[in-house]
Each structure stands twice: as C-alpha cells, then as structure tokens.
C-alpha cells in the first residue's frame, strides 16, 4: 500500500467514524468494537420505515476523498445491468448514475459492457484465461470466490473506498471474504418474500391474509389450492443450470435443518456436507409431495425459472411464488400491457397481490442472502494489462455510495451499503413501491451460499440435479439425497 | 487367377509419388496456403490445446496455470460414467432419429417440388421458413409451445378431445427426447429439401422418357432411373446432417438443458455443462477430443466421398 492510499485511508476513517456511529446507531447495534451485528428483533418493516430519511450524504464529497474528482484516467467494467423486460424505472436509475459520474469525474474515460446474467460468467471465465478481463466487474454474489480462489482479483474491500466494514451486511462481507483476505465490496443486497394471491386464497376456502406459517403448512395449502380450484398452488422451480432454482429451494433445506454444507449455521466451515441429513431430506419430501404425490404445482417446474411463473401468476392461475420484491413492480408493468379480458384478470390479481414472510421450517426461517459484488482484477488478468486503480477506485467508491447503492437497486433490489438505508431516497422508495419493507424485513433471515470456488456447481448443477432425479422419479428421494452427497463430496475432496 | 512360376506378373504402371504429385501441383497448394495458415493458427492450435488440457486436471479452485497433470484418468473417467453412457444412448438416439426424419420428409418435400405446380415457388420459399428463423427464436417459441401447463399444443389437443389434460412433453424423461427431436427435423428437414431438390434437378430428363418408353412404371423409374442418381447427393446430405446433429447445441440446451434428470442431455451440452457449468475444463476436453474422433471418422468418409474421381481428374 502506498503512502498516498495509506493516507487517504487515515482521512476517510476518521471522516467516515461519525457517519458510521450514526448508520450503527440508525440500526440498532452498540459495540465497543464498533462491529455491525443486525439485530433482527428490531429489523422489522417498521423499524426499516423508522430509519428513512435520517441521513444527508454527499457521494463527490466523499469520493473526493478516495480519488480527487479531477482525476485523469481509465476505467473498463463489466455488469449484469438492466435489460429490456425489466422496469423502465431501474433503466434510467442505471442512465442516471453513469451521467452522474461523468459529470463529477469528467476525466475518467468508461468503457462499460452490460452482460446478460445467463452470459457473463462464461464471458468473465474466458476472459480472465486470456487475460482480456475488465478492470472492475459487478458480480452476482455466488461468483466472486471463484475468481478470488484462482488469484484473479485485487485484495480490495470497503475501506480502500472510505467506508467501513461495518457499513455493510456481515453476509455479505462472508461472501467477498477467501481465506482471510477481502476481495471486494457489496453492491446491492436482497431477499425474497412469499407473494401469494389474496384471491385464490379465498377460493380455496384459506384465510387470504394468513400465508401458511411452516413449509409443512405451505404444502398443505398448495394441496388445498389445487384440490379446491384446480388451480396451481405454489410455483416451484426445478430447472438445471439456472439460478432461480437454489434461491428457491435452499431456504427450505435450510429451515428443515439441511443444506448443501454447513452454511445456514452461525458459524459456517464448510467442510460438512449437510446434503444428505434429515433436514435436507425433509426439503425434498415437501417438493416430491408437491409435484409427484399432490400434483400442486406447475408440471412444467422442470423446464420453468420463475420468469416461466409469472404468465400464469398475472393470470390467477397459479397462488404462490418467492420473488424479489420487484416482482410487484413487475405485474403492474403485465397489467398495464395487458389487453381486453386479460387486463381486468391481471388487474385483479395485481390488487389481490400479497407479501409475507418465507415460511419457517423446523429449525429457522431463511432466504438466500442475495445481491452483488464489485470486484477489482489484477494487472496480469485485465484488456491491456494494467489497472487504473485510483480511476477504479473513483467507481468503486460512488457505486458503493450510500446514494447510488440505493438508487441503484431503487426496484430490483436493497442497497449494499447500510446507510442507505438511512437517507431520503430509500424513504422515497418505501413510500413509492408496495411490499418493499416486508421482503426487506427478511434480510436478517439471509443464508449466503457457501463461499467456496466450487459453490457454483454446487447450487445449479447438483442441487436442481437432486431435484429433478426425485421429481422424475428416476431415484427415489433417498438416492436422490445419496447421489448428490456423493457429488458434494467427490466436489470437495478437490477432484 | 494364379500366376504360374516363371511368368512374369505385370507390373503395374507406378506414378510419381507424394513428394512429385505435390511438386507437380505446387501452383495449386501456393493457392491453399493461406487458408491452410489461417486453418493451422485458428482450428490447429485450439486442438492441441484440448488435447494438451485432456490430461490435466482443473478443479474450480485452481487458476489454468496450476492444473495437475493426470495422464489418460480423465479419459478413463468419462469412458466408466454411468452418466456417459446415457448421454452416449441420448446423443445416438438424437443423431439417428434426427438425420432419418429429417432426411426422409427433406426427400418427400423435393420430390413434391420437383413438379411444375400452382404456388410452388411460394411454398418452397414457405417450407425454408424453419432453416431461415434463428434456431434461439424458434426453440423458445417451441418451448412455450410445449409448455406441459399453458402449452398451446396441449391446449388444442385437449380442446379437441384426444386428451383430458394437457400432454407432458418437455418434464417427462419418456418423453423429452422425442418431443426435441420433432423441433431438431422441423428446423433440418429444409436443408435436406434444398439439397435433394438440387439433386433432382441433374436427373436428365431423356432418361425419364426412354424409361417410360420402355413400359417402366413409376416406382421403378424412381428406383432405377432417379435413385441411383441421387445416390452422392444423399449420401452427403445425410452426413452432413448426422454431422450437424452431433453438433447440436441450440434446441436441447435452451428448451430443456439436457434435462429434466439428464434425459436430453447429449454429448455437447454434457461438454458444455462440464467446461462452463462445472469449470471442469480437463474433463471436458477429453470428452471433446473422443467427439472429435467420432466427427473425424465421419469427417473422413465425407471427404471420401466428395472428392471420389478427383485424384485420377488431378492426374
């Protein structure tokens, strides 16, 4: 680290010690240590309404700090950004920020490529093997490691950008974390919710503000859903390779006590493989109930990802999914395009819509601690073989920002850092889209995946694997269990 | 016939060898050896390096540069997988089926336009439509098609009566395979019209009508008259086609993923799976370096055949 850097670190604590004392204070944590530990009693959809607005930030003042604003340089980046099927609002939170950046660094040149999800693993894998890699990529949060392990990223976290750690999730600094060493900083951060159809509900002759409580309960409802209106009562996903998959299925591994390893546990080492215990097996039993015994939910969960969900959810054919809470965000936008009959249909189950919590199993309530990562490549990996990193730094640094974090998941998503939280624009958020405080109250409940470079293999090839060798009924749910333990296993024996 | 002692055998007329046959083209291999340069530098390289990495091991925790040498395991690995086998059985059972439809509903369309009719220019132009559409188009309209809840095929078919519910097309591992295949032939089976309807149209008509002339009838003017002169243009349509079809990526990996439970998996998406899903890169270059063998049998029977007659034209 250079004096220079040093120096800046220096400034920015102490400049950022107040700030961070009031974003702790704003969430209800106290230590002599000054770590953040969330406490989840008091995380609650009133509690995150009670924070709005307490806090005024400056991001050019604060970035000014890390990179002077008339900084000459270079930055090359890569992001799973907004695309087309997404809400027009996210599209022009993302304009905004780039025209915001250039505009208080107007001499730092981008060059930003905006990747599909489904491509820019792959087109990230290949370019770090031919050393044509970008300088800075925001990952999905299962992805960073990978790289970290392989000794492709800078050692960088929040501090080289003037916060502190604190200032963001411990899940999601776990999952910028290998082997001791930070290797990055938290974008955005999310969870699910339970989203059900009011409507439906009462069909079914349920209470239709009472989502089931338990997993157990869940599939009973889904049952009765099914039984007393023919209609399709919760929204599995099965398929291989696609992310939808784990972030539905692993909170039910976890709450019934399972999981792939031991990450649902506080203190996770991921060196026990918890794919076949009772916890697990409970979890597939619920889904082989669902799809095989009580035919409750959709046949094509096979083939579906939760976009495959939403057709028949907007149509009131289907009763519950877990979903971001843009999902809400989203059947507005199919009701709005929707035409003739289908509209009044659509408008209907948009005002029938409802948000819960993700039930609880015999051991805990959980959901997939989500999100994304800014990650900085080493010299020897990136197009041209050198890093800006004060000019990296400089985007580092406002994408983090309490303000652009916020605005930058404004719909899809919750901002990575903390203080965010706090300032006027995330009030303006909860004030503008429903549901948000409640998927936002499951953010305590949050589970990462486990922070190991074969994690990806692990939740969409094995996992989905497991699922559609029970649900096929090519295995029963014993050797479904026994077969993908045996691949965990084989997995993390290095083979 | 045995030769007796003391005779002398003829002796065959020898021609010049490799090295005089290349000299004596040499003009022609000048022409090539750029392509050949551009060949060896962007398809020579990149096969070696499979070749090299089939020996190595390359677990997701490990940069390229640290991949651990394990001779032919990875080889010997893949060859004992139960999984192998079934995707083996899958990609046998997706290539034959394929090429067959394919080919025999190509062949029909071409005997079908041979003909002078009313509208036949529009309805060749309509029967390539399925070749022209992005093969990422047509699978995902194939897939909400098929869809086993909200399908429009299931959906008529009930509306028609055949079935009480919608049928299972893509969830089923009974059905799956099937179901891919009908998409692969309605996307092929153009290419086989194209080429079979080229074929047709060297045929020479004279033939036809001396054949005729002689009382022969329909059938047997096809078998004997037009078959044996498609007989290089169909033994390269199907090739060509089996070889596409042992390439195939598009439809099974965006309308099912080789799943469900694996029941579509086929020998490149099992490659793909293992390279860019599971970042096995060692193992999924072995798997690719025994596909390349395959493709390099049929490759050479291919060329056999194209190029039959061309060295004695050489000459």
Redesign the interface.
């Known amino acids: 680290m250079t004096a220079q850097d040093q120096r800046v670190r220096k400034l920015r604590r102490t400049s950022t010690a107040f700030v961070a004392l009031v974003a702790a204070g704003a969430i209800g944590m106290s230590s002599a240590m000054a770590q953040t530990t969330i406490d989840r009693s008091k995380w609650s959809p009133d509690y995150v309404r009670e924070i709005a607005g307490t806090l005024e930030v400056d991001t050019a003042k604060e970035c000014a700090e890390v990179t002077p604003l008339d900084y000459e340089g270079k930055v090359t980046f890569w992001y799973v950004g907004p695309t087309e099927a997404e809400p027009d609002l996210h599209k022009q939170m993302d304009q905004e920020f780039w025209d915001a950046f250039k505009e208080t660094y107007p001499n730092i040149e981008l060059t930003v490529q905006n990747i599909n999800y489904n491509q820019m693993?792959?087109k990230l894998?290949t370019a770090s093997?031919g050393r044509a890699a970008p300088m800075l990529a925001r990952m999905p949060i299962l992805w960073g490691v990978?790289f970290a392990?392989?000794?492709?990223l800078q050692e960088m976290g929040p501090e080289d950008v003037g916060y502190t750690v604190d200032e963001f999730w411990p899940g999601a600094m776990k999952s910028v974390t290998w082997e001791g060493t930070t290797y990055g900083i938290p974008t955005n951060n999310e969870t699910m919710a339970l989203i059900w159809n009011s409507e439906l509900f009462k069909e079914a002759g349920l209470d239709p503000e009472s989502p089931p409580a338990t997993w157990d309960q869940l599939v009973e409802y889904s049952n009765t859903i099914k039984q007393e209106t023919g209609k399709?009562g919760y929204g599995l996903v099965?398929?291989?390779?696609?992310g939808n998959t784990p972030f539905r299925f692993m909170p039910v591994m976890w709450a019934e006590g399972g999981g792939a390893l031991d990450e649902a546990e506080d203190n996770p080492t991921y060196e026990d493989v918890y794919i076949g215990n009772a916890g697990s097996k409970k979890a597939l039993q619920h889904a082989y109930d669902m799809y095989v015994r009580d035919k409750s939910v959709?046949?094509?969960?096979?083939?579906n990802t939760q976009t495959?969900n939403q057709?028949?959810f907007i149509?009131g054919?289907l009763a519950m999914v877990i979903a971001h809470p843009a999902e809400y965000a989203t059947m507005l936008d199919r009701a709005r395009k929707a035409t003739g009959s289908d509209k009044e249909i659509a408008q209907k189950v948009v005002d029938n819509m409802r948000y819960g919590l993700i039930p609880e199993g015999d051991v805990r309530r959980s959901v997939v601690f989500g999100g994304s990562n800014i990650h900085m490549f080493k010299d020897d990996f990136v197009d041209g073989g050198e890093v800006d990193r004060q000019a990296a730094l400089a985007l580092v640094c406002f994408m983090t920002s309490p303000e652009w974090s916020t605005k930058l998941s404004w719909v899809i998503s919750n901002p990575g850092n903390l203080r965010g939280f706090a300032t006027k624009w995330n009030k303006e958020r909860l004030d503008s889209i429903k549901f948000l405080d409640v998927a936002t109250s499951m953010l305590p409940y949050g589970v990462p995946f486990p922070v190991?470079?074969?994690s990806?293999?692990i939740m969409?090839?094995i996992v989905?694997?497991m699922l559609?060798?029970a649900?096929?009924e090519?295995?029963t749910v014993d050797e479904a269990l026994a077969d993908a333990d045996d691949k965990v296993k084989e997995l993390r024996s290095?083979? | 016939m045995a030769t007796a002692i003391g005779e002398t055998r003829p002796t065959a007329r020898r021609g010049p060898g490799l090295a005089g046959r290349i000299y004596k083209h040499r003009t022609d291999y000048l022409y090539i050896l750029p392509a050949l340069i551009v060949m060896f530098v962007v398809i020579g390289y990149p096969v070696y390096y499979v070749v090299e990495l089939s020996f190595f091991k390359t677990p997701p925790s490990l940069a390229m540069s640290e991949k651990i040498f394990v001779g032919v395991d990875n080889y010997s690995r893949i060859l004992q997988a139960k999984s192998f086998h079934e995707v083996t059985m899958n990609t046998v059972v997706w290539t034959v089926f394929s090429t067959l439809f394919a080919f025999i509903l190509g062949f029909g369309a071409a005997l079908a336009l041979d003909r002078a009719f009313f509208l036949r220019g529009p309805l060749r132009g309509a029967l390539l439509i399925p070749f022209v559409i992005s093969a990422v188009a047509g699978s995902f309209v194939w897939r909400w098609m098929y869809n086993s809840d909200i399908g429009v095929i299931g959906a008529f078919l009930v509306e028609l009566g055949i079935t009480d519910r919608p049928l299972n097309f893509l969830d089923n591992t009974q059905t799956v395979l099937a179901s891919l295949i009908v998409v692969n032939v309605w996307r092929e089976f153009p290419f086989a019209m194209i080429m079979m309807l080229a074929g047709l149209q060297t045929v020479p008509d004279e033939l036809h009508r001396a054949a005729k002339m002689d009382g022969a009838s329909v059938i047997q003017r096809f078998f004997h008259v037009t078959m044996p002169h498609l007989k290089s243009v169909t033994l390269i349509t199907v090739l060509l086609l089996t070889v596409n079809n042992l390439n195939s990526f598009i439809i099974p990996w965006i309308m099912t993923g080789g799943g469900p439970a694996n029941a579509s998996d086929i020998w490149i998406t099992a490659i793909y799976q293992l390279a860019f899903g599971r970042v096995r890169f060692g193992i999924a270059s072995a798997y690719s370096v025994i596909l390349f063998l395959v493709m390099m049998v049929l490759g050479y029977y291919y060329v056999r055949i194209m190029t039959r007659g061309d060295e004695r034209r050489a000459e």
């Open positions: 693993l792959d894998r093997l990978e392990a392989k000794g492709f399709s099965a398929r291989v390779n696609a959709p046949v094509s969960a096979l083939t495959e057709d028949p149509a054919q190991i470079p074969e990806t293999e969409n090839i989905p694997g559609q060798n649900l096929t090519k295995m290095g083979l």
